[in-house]
């Protein structure tokens, strides 16, 4: 599972200024609302260039967003039950989400995948997808911010903050 100066990095050094972060998942699913969880607490970020858009399970029914995308989802496949995964350039052709559907309709520069510890309807996410959830709504909203206000100070204060 990558740390949170790993997922910091990749995403510094793969997205531009302008970005938006859609986050798949059926709420009512487990673990599958991992990506749906994400970008719902994000949402109400406001900054120049960043917008999170909740999309359910209904990614066909989205608008193309206008600019890349960072991708949310619980991911499927050879990866251990509770690990988040980050995929730089995903092949648009692979389809590794838990939902189906293609990513060749967006330009997805980063994956932000879960793998499912828990699934099925009725179920409640994990302590494990809420806890990487967390993670990721975390450096998700300090990466935003440090491109809109600057670096943060570090904790300086007064003159100690002065070149």
């Known amino acids: 599972m990558p740390g949170q100066r790993e997922l910091r990095r990749v995403l510094r050094e793969n997205l531009p200024d302008r ?11 487990g673990d599958d609302a991992f990506g749906y969880y994400v970008a719902r607490r994000l949402s109400p970020l406001r900054a120049p260039g960043f917008r999170a858009v909740p999309a359910g399970i209904w990614l066909e029914r989205l ?9 949310v989802d619980a991911v499927v496949g050879d990866f251990e039950p509770g690990t988040l995964t980050v ?4 092949d648009p ?7 189906g559907v293609g990513l060749a ?10 793998s499912p510890v828990r699934l099925g309807p009725g179920e409640r996410m994990s302590r ?3 806890e990487a ?10 990466v935003v911010l ?4 600057g670096p943060p100070d570090a904790g300086l204060r007064g003159g100690a903050a002065l070149p």
Do not use: C, K, W, Y
């Open 19 to 29: 970005f938006t972060l859609v986050g798949l998942g059926n709420p009512a699913s």
């Open 63 to 71: 608008p193309p967003p206008d600019g890349p995308v960072v991708l």
């Open 87 to 90: 995929i730089r350039d995903p």
């Open 93 to 99: 052709e692979r389809d590794l989400g838990s939902h």
């Open 105 to 114: 309709r967006l330009d997805v520069r980063v994956l932000i995948g879960f």
């Open 128 to 130: 494990e997808a809420l």
């Open 133 to 142: 959830g967390r993670t990721v709504i975390r450096v998700v909203r300090d």
């Open 146 to 149: 440090e491109r809109a206000e």
